[in-house]
C-alpha cells in the first residue's frame, strides 16, 4: 500500500511539473499550447522533436523559452551546406603543454540543442547528431564522450525552401518523436502578442520554474503509467495499418509503437491520469505519425497529406472502450 501511494505521489508531482513547464512557456509564446505541451512531452520521455515551419513563427524563441523554463544550457545550431560533423561533436587537438591530444568539445554538450535548418548540411553532416539522439554520446577517435543529461534536440526545417537542401534520410527521421508545426497565430494571439512584446521580450525576464534533477526524474514517473494490453494492441493496430495503407510508400516503425505508447503515458501523466485511455493515444498519433509516413506519389498527386493518412487509420481503427482500460 505504502509503494501505491508513493508512486501515486511521484505522479501527482510530475504532472505538476509538466504543467507549470507548459504554463511557464505560455508566458512567451501565445497561443500555442498544444505545441508547448508536446515539447514538453518530448523532454519528459527523453525523445527529440522536428518543427517543420516557415520563418518567423517563434520557433527559436519556444525552444529557448524551454531552456530557460528549466535552467539548462542552451544551444543554437545553425546548419550550412559547408558545416563539417567536427563542428557540432568536436575534434581532438594538439595540446602543446603534454604533446598529446585533448577532446576539444562541440556545441552538441549542451542540455537543449536547436539545430536549425537541419537540412541544409549535407547528410554525413546530419548523421552526426544519429549517436547523440539515440544514445546520449559522442565517439570521436574511438572515444566515447557522454552527453549532459537531460539532452534534448529540436531540429527545423522550412518546408518551402528546397533549393540547397538535403531531404532528412528516414533513419534520421525515425530517431525524432513528434513532427510539430506551429503554424500562423490568429489575429487575436497576434495583437496579444504585439501588445505582450513592445520593446521588452518577456524571454529576457523568464525565470525557471524547474531544475535537471526534477526533469530527470519526469521519466519513471512517465513508466508508472498504466498502459492495459488492449491499448498495446490499439497501438500496433494502428501502425500495422498505416504499413498496408494503399497511400502509403513506407509505413511506420516498430519504433513508432514505442514512443507513441510513451506520449501517451506522458499526456495521461499531463492530465492527471493513472492510465492511459484511447484519447491519449488518437492524440498524440499525428505528430507522432506525421514525419514517419512517406506517401506514395499517387496519393500525393491527389493532394493528399499524411495528416489525411493518420485521421482515416484512427476513424477505421477500433478503439477500446474506456471501461475496459481502467488501472487494475
Known sequence: MEAKEATKE???HAGGV???IVEN??????GKERVIRNLVLALATGRHVLVEDVPGVGKTTLIKSLARSLNLSFRRIQFTPDLLPSDITGTSVLDPETSGFRFRRGPVFHHVILADEINRASPKTQSSLLECMEEGQVTVDGVTHHLPKPFLVMATQNPIEYEGTFPLPEAQLDRFALSLQMGYPDAGEEREMMMRIGNHSPLESLQSVVDAEQVAGLGEAVESVYASELIMDYIVAINRASR????????ASPRASLVML?????LALYEGSDYVLPDHVKEMATPVL???????PEARWENLTTEDVVRDIIRRSTAPGSSEVISP
Open 25 to 30: 512557456i505560455g508566458l512567451v509564446i501565445v
Open 18 to 20: 509538466l504543467r507549470d
Open 244 to 251: 498496408y495503407n494503399d497511400d502509403v510508400y513506407l509505413g
Open 290 to 296: 506525421r514525419h514517419r509516413l512517406i506517401l506514395t
Open 262 to 266: 510513451r506520449l501517451a503515458k506522458a
Open 10 to 12: 511521484l505522479r501527482s
